[in-house]
């Protein structure tokens, strides 16, 4: 979790004999919004359970695990709304991450389904500054399916995993993570992963493009001092040329993101905020690919999210605005796909139990 939400720091634990102590935890959540330019299908108006899980998880010991499940949305700027119901079946299924883990001393490796090593923001909303997850993020994987081994000498921590990309079952991705700590305020993180070979589908949960990458990189610096966290980071990705899987010119993003968090001092209350740009390459007559609002497209994004947290109790506002320029029509925001601004205001509350 990255600030500004608190995880309870007491959950239910059990000890097994001869086996170790097992934590239960969980979160509750609801989350309501209004917004204009609606995508097909959305509503200017709905409410919905954005988290209903509960993790269950053995820390320590040579052998652990963690298991989450439940229904969950995962809401993010520039894209339609999908209701909680639908996301879950559609993507990751009522189990959405789950794995064992094995740990020696400085090393471990992990295997199951595994959280990304990709991006500054995480899967879902508990676990970020904002409620909505922005443009960067709807570039990367969330989940992948595979095994991850881990390596920690000094400052310097290290990942390297087999995975199956953006959940398309397919085992041809390698992705990697170098991550410096540098002092107790601040860490650099590189991280680079690509697809292999090639995957000749695409669904909902595995976009064809995105998931036929030869690389999507990230350089996150992340600092943290007193009531301050701020957290800049580029982020490159390059789609594969490939005839056979309809791609018939590499195509490419380019992004730039700064979260930042503010805990006000003698206070239960924390103020988080996101910019970000992002541009993509080609031109509609050029046979580039879309990945953004169409081939050349640009969008830049402002997010501002207060929040209140008591113990496991929280409630958060949010107010967005995503702005497009240089779309093709018929592939950028709103009804028709022709707007190029879209705001939304949401608010989130719930228990991390």
Known sequence: MEGPLAVNVKPESFDIPDFGKIYVSGAVTGLGLAEDSKFPGDRSALADVSNAQVFIQKVDGAFQFFIQAGAYSLPSLGAGYVTSGTMTTNTYGPLPQAFVKFVSGNFSIEAGKLPTLCGAEYTFTFENMNIFRGLLWNQENAVNRGVQANYTAGPVALSLSWNDGYYSNRYNWLSGAATWTINSSNTLEFMAMGNM?????????????????????????????????????????????????????????????????????????????????????????????????????????????????????????????????????????????????QTRFAIETGILF
């Open 197 to 341: 070979g090639t995957t000749d589908y695409g669904t909902f949960v595995t976009p064809l493009y995105l998931n036929n990458q030869s690389n999507m990189d990230n350089l996150i610096y992340s600092y943290t001092s007193g009531a301050w966290i701020a957290q800049p980071y580029l982020q490159y990705g390059v789609t594969k040329t490939g005839a056979a899987i309809g791609i018939p010119k590499a195509s490419s993003t380019t992004g730039f993101g700064l979260l930042m968090n503010y805990a006000v001092p003698n206070t239960s209350f924390n103020l988080a905020g996101r910019v970000e740009y992002e541009s993509s390459s080609g031109n509609a007559t050029d046979g580039s690919v879309n990945l953004l609002y169409g081939p050349d497209s640009k969008a830049w994004s402002f997010t501002f999210t207060p929040t209140y947290q008591v113990g496991v109790l929280f409630t958060r506002a949010e107010i967005s605005v995503v702005q497009a320029s240089s779309i093709t029509r018929g592939m950028a925001l709103g009804p028709t796909g022709t707007n190029r601004e």
